[in-house]
């Protein structure tokens, strides 16, 4: 999401000293594809993932909505049912890992130098890297669709025995996740560094932005878990083809080791995609409220807090393959403890919001509506937590509600407010806030229609991962299919939004659109130059952005 | 290792734009791609693999080299420098992570999978009469019979090489310190020496598992979490190894000062992580 008029020379913010450098490394940039391929600036690498992520995002809804129209009517209308299963693991897939994690790593790209004063990445030229990982393992799963037997068939969990015994297109799922976890792994470490060690002078680590600490805390658990998921799928590859017998009893092995190993991975992937939406609307609480935000301390301790219990609750995942009451128990009290720091970050959230003089733009709409329905989709996570109910439900469309409630809901609406709340700072336009409006609204209540009725029918027992269901679930079946098709067109608004915002808006944007904001990256003129805070930004002006939001005195 | 108020460099480096990173993108795909049709039985993934791989040298030879040029230029200065200390500390704990997976199948499967199989009448009455829940010597029906690799011969003699090896790259460090070449050369080498000898050993020991002893990656869950573990972990040190031999190179050019060095402690860094991976593998693997 960049404009064309954006100069392509090194042009310091006008805050910022214009000392001549040695060296004269800054500046240099390739015109045409040359600037995009072999990029270093975090600009420009963070617009690629936002793009990326946002196609990404287009094709896993195209596979969303190929799902929703099988299951418009009981029987099988367009899909075999084993092209239903590749529909069903590539549209997890590539929400997971081509649209939700991308999107955030995106806005982490173009953001975190802003916001802490820091002149790029620490790592440059490995965060193009980070990046260009990400379309070869984009390519690897469309290649797997075309693979004799089709694509990956076995859910986006992968769990064997059937991941073993699918055809050649698993394989290239496999490496997919390979790639994309080296993409990873390699963005999480730049994004850690980054912050550990270029905050501007003043900036201590509680007196960062709440994005920047749920964007630390996201990185450091990637970096903990993304290789746990390189292992476990290196394990199937070798029981699939060189022999192992890892998930295999014959051997002595067992294929729940595979569903421990993944969801080590899972559960703190799930607040990989959570936590840096709480960052997003951290930011934006306060700007429309035009108040600090509430109890930033304990929102930090909050993150830290589900970060490390994250890592304690993956047996959740697995209530229903059977496990000792007394692992049942641990998991299950782990898990509703993680309530407690959710809670404080809800309460802190409303508390912000308390006597503010709130204003309701598009950026705060979404964070709004990502309050109310991340909330719904936090409670009926304390729902599944218990393991007699989750048991009745694990199977269940009670699930598929429970986790569209939170990621699509949760951090997909953090990621359109984000988009909306720093557009202005990207391409230097104001976006059409009634069309915005509009697709606030219309996302919002064409969401609910899709996935409210699936609590229902995961209550009334329809079993998730089929293309086929029995009769008397259709009626809520259709209202979703329809809500789905709904929420799809919505996207069209924000599209055309986005495209108009770059070419010109409804006006140019000044540096600083919302009054509210005392972020650093409102500092630098809009569109921000091309590199900013070449040196860092001056002592006394992140004092006064600091005293703004309450962190200083 | 950063002050409250942070270092900050007059002018942090921010590199020029780079070919190396969308070259080394094109590397692991041909390589993905290929393996992915050569273990389907599509012959010609054999070439993509090879192709990808020449590519992926390529890159690597090409990107650190910018690196050492940028380095030798005095671009980096004491804030880059903590960077990298960041990055590699945060590069080595994913690698513990990635080890730590396969610590936990190995864990898993002999105090869990295992053991259940054998309690569980089932396995016997019903589905393989002949299935051994011993450990070592875990066999199913679809494992021949092999022997366990035993602790005390070449995986002892290796315990003593690693450390040791970590003993003469400390050494090689106090040269870095003291500016004393002979030192750093003479360390490195005999810390690559080590490192090496090794590796040959290891490649002996794998020969004699799977002629003599019948021990392979499909010998059940003793084999695969055999080899996996210690596959991996020589594949580490076979890249530590490379890392320190560019490292010994440097020196020979006078590439480091006292003050500024950190090439080599990365890869020092390296090395003793692999060095205490193959302490776990010996007490888990070999030893109990």
């Not at chain 1, 805390?217 to 746990?228: E, K, Q, R, W």
């Given at each position: ?22 060296g004269?490394?800054?500046g ?7 600037r ?5 600036n ?8 936002l793009w ?5 995002f ?6 969303a909505?190929c ?10 209308q367009?899909?075999?049912p ?20 991308p ?19 620490a ?8 990046f ?9 799963l469309?290649?797997?669709?075309f ?8 859910g986006?969990?992968?769990?064997p025995?059937?991941s ?10 496999i490496f ?10 390699m ?7 980054t ?5 501007a ?9 709440l ?5 630390l ?12 998921l ?7 590859l070798?029981?699939?083809?060189f ?7 014959a ?14 991975f ?8 959570a ?9 934006i ?8 935000l509430?109890?930033?301390?304990s ?23 059977g ?6 128990l641990?998991?299950?009290?782990m898990t509703?403890?993680i ?5 404080v970050k809800v ?7 308390w006597?503010g003089?709130m204003?309701?733009e598009?950026p ?9 329905l ?5 409670f009926?996570?304390?729902?599944l ?28 609406f953090?990621l ?13 336009y104001?976006y059409?806030?009634?069309?915005g ?15 409210f ?6 209550l ?17 079946n ?18 055309y ?18 009054d509210?904001?005392?972020t ?10 091309h ?9 006394a ?7 703004a939001?309450g962190l200083e005195? | 290792?950063?002050?409250?108020n ?18 080394g993108?094109?590397?692991?795909f ?5 393996t ?9 993934g ?23 040029t ?7 200065g ?13 590069f ?9 997976a ?6 898993y ?25 011993t450990?070592?010597g875990v ?9 366990p690799?035993e602790?005390?011969?070449?995986p ?5 090489l ?9 050494w ?10 002979t ?10 020496g ?6 040959v050993?290891?490649a002996?020991?794998?020969?004699h ?19 996996m573990?210690?596959g ?6 076979l ?21 500024h060095?950190f090439?080599?402690?990365a890869?020092?860094?390296?090395w ?13 693997v070999?030893?109990?």
């Open positions: 999401m960049t404009t064309a008029t954006e100069t392509l020379h090194p042009h310091d913010a006008a805050h910022d000293e214009h000392a001549s450098h040695g004269g490394h800054h240099a940039t390739h015109s045409g594809w040359r995009w391929v072999y990029a270093t975090h600009k420009d690498i963070g617009t690629m993932y990326f992520a946002f196609s990404m287009l094709l896993g809804g195209t596979f909505l799902i929703r129209a099988e299951l418009f009517q009981p029987g099988l367009f899909w075999q084993e092209f239903f299963n590749q529909l069903t693991t590539l549209h997890g897939v590539i929400m997971v890992f081509g649209a939700i994690m999107a955030f790593t995106g806005l982490m790209n173009w953001q975190l130098p802003l916001m802490i004063g820091a002149p790029d990445m790592f440059a030229r490995m965060n193009n890297w980070s260009w990982l990400l379309p070869p393992a984009a390519l690897l469309i290649i797997s669709l693979m004799p037997g089709g694509g990956p068939g076995a986006w969990t992968f769990y025995p059937l073993v015994q699918l055809g050649p297109g698993m394989d290239f799922g997919a996740i390979h790639l994309m976890g080296l993409s990873s792994i963005g999480s470490i730049n994004i850690v560094t912050i550990l060690n270029m905050r002078p003043g900036m201590t680590l509680l007196k960062m932005p994005f920047a600490w749920t964007s805390v996201t990185a450091y658990l990637l970096i903990a878990v993304a290789p746990v390189a292992g476990a799928v290196t394990m199937l070798t029981d699939r083809h022999g192992t017998h890892f998930f295999n009893a051997g002595g092995g067992d294929p729940i080791l595979f569903q421990h190993v993944f969801w080590f899972g559960h703190p992937e799930v607040y990989i995609m936590l840096p939406a709480f960052g997003v609307v951290s930011q609480l306060p700007t429309f409220s035009r108040k600090p509430f109890g930033y301390v929102m930090v301790y909050a993150v830290c807090a589900i970060a490390i219990l994250s890592f304690m609750v993956w047996g959740h995942h697995m209530f229903a393959v496990f000792p009451a007394t692992a049942q641990f998991y299950m009290f509703m403890l309530a407690v720091p959710t809670g309460f802190n959230w409303i508390a912000t919001m006597q003089s204003t309701f598009t705060m709409l979404f964070a709004i509506g990502f309050l109310c991340f909330t719904i989709g936090g009926s996570g304390l729902v937590s218990l393991a007699p109910v989750d048991i009745a439900l694990h199977g269940t469309y009670y699930v598929v509600a429970h986790f569209h409630y939170v990621l699509v809901a949760g951090a997909l953090s359109f407010g984000a988009a909306y709340y720093w557009l202005p700072k990207w391409t230097g104001m059409n806030e009634r069309m409006k509009i697709h606030f609204w219309w996302s919002m209540i064409s969401f609910n229609i899709t996935f009725p699936m609590h229902f029918l995961g009334a027992g329809m079993p998730r991962r089929i293309p086929d269901y029995a009769l008397q679930f259709t009626t809520f259709e209202i979703a299919s329809v809500g789905a098709f709904l929420f799809g067109f919505a996207q069209i608004f924000f599209l939004n986005v495209i108009h915002t770059i070419r010109g808006g409804v006006g140019p944007a000044p540096a600083k659109p919302w509210g904001a005392h650093l990256e409102w500092e630098v003129d809009s569109p921000a130059p590199h900013t805070w070449e040196t860092p930004p001056d002592e002006l992140v004092r006064r952005g600091l005293v939001q005195h | 290792m950063n002050v409250e942070g270092i900050h460099d007059a002018h942090y480096f921010v590199p020029q734009p780079s070919r190396w990173p969308i070259t993108s094109i590397a692991l041909c390589m993905t791609c290929g992915a049709l050569w273990i389907n039985n599509m012959q010609a054999k070439w993509l693999l090879l192709v990808g791989f020449v590519i992926l040298i390529h890159m690597l030879i090409g990107w650190f080299g910018d690196v050492i940028e380095s030798q230029h005095g671009d980096y004491q804030q880059v420098d903590h960077s990298f200390r960041w990055g590699m500390s945060w080595i704990f994913s690698e513990v992570m990635f080890f730590a396969f610590f936990g199948a190995l864990f499967t002999r105090t869990i999978s295992v053991p259940e199989l054998g309690w569980f009448s089932d396995t016997h009455d019903v589905l393989w009469p002949t299935f051994k829940a450990w070592p066999s199913g029906p679809k494992v021949a019979p092999y022997a690799m602790a005390f011969g070449i002892a003699i290796n315990t003593a690693l450390l040791s090896s970590g003993i003469t790259v400390t090689a460090h106090w040269g870095f310190v003291k500016n004393n070449r030192q750093m050369a003479l360390g490195l080498a005999l810390t690559i080590l490192g090496a000898i090794f590796l050993l290891q002996l020991e794998y020969h598992a799977y002629t003599a002893m019948h021990l392979t990656l499909a010998s059940g869950a003793y084999g695969m979490t055999f080899f573990l210690t991996f972990h020589g594949m580490h040190v890249v530590g190894a490379i890392m320190l031999s560019v490292m010994l190179g440097r020196v020979l050019k006078g590439h480091f000062t006292p003050e060095h090439g080599f402690e890869a020092a860094w390296y003793h992580f692999v060095d205490v991976v193959w302490l776990g593998l010996f007490v888990f070999y030893c109990l």
